[in-house]
């Protein structure tokens, strides 16, 4: 698989419904999940999939001609296993604030392809590095 965006995120971009500059953006590391570009929520994500660490909040956040980008971060691993993509979520209201249920959280893009991906991590620190690319973390259109 490529890394791709989920339908419904661009759909949550047009409408309204997801907001990359003002609501809580995280990623996590998944393992066993199969992509489908259907998905909306995390808690389809993880009816197939198990989810092994989240980030905190992105931070340095920016959307400039179409591309998102944000400092890199990291993920406190739960528990050992192999072959885990990244899965970029909006973790809160689209207004920002705490996280609310994986049923609310909205699914942006995953990731299994690239530099380091399927990440194969022990127990621990991952070190999430982003792309200093022309399409950063996302680009959109």
């Not at 259907?38 to 591309?67: D, Q, R, W, Y």
Request: aromatic share 8%.
């Amino acid at each position: 698989m490529a890394n791709a965006l989920f339908t419904p995120a661009a759909e949550g971009f047009i409408s309204g419904l997801i907001d990359l500059d003002t609501a809580v953006i995280k990623c996590a590391l998944v393992r066993g999940y199969t992509y489908s570009a259907a998905h909306v929520f995390v808690s389809e994500v993880v009816a197939t999939g198990t989810i092994n660490g989240t980030s905190a909040a992105l931070s340095s956040v920016s959307v400039t001609g179409g591309v998102f980008d944000a400092a890199d971060t990291t993920i406190t691993t739960t528990a050992s296993g192999t072959d885990h993509g990244l899965l970029l979520f909006q973790s809160s209201a689209v207004t920002g604030g705490a996280d609310v249920a994986n049923t609310s959280q909205r699914v942006i893009a995953y990731y299994d392809t690239g530099t380091g991906l399927p990440i194969q991590p022990g127990t621990g620190t991952v070190n999430v590095t982003w792309s200093n690319g022309a399409s950063k973390i996302l680009k959109v259109g």
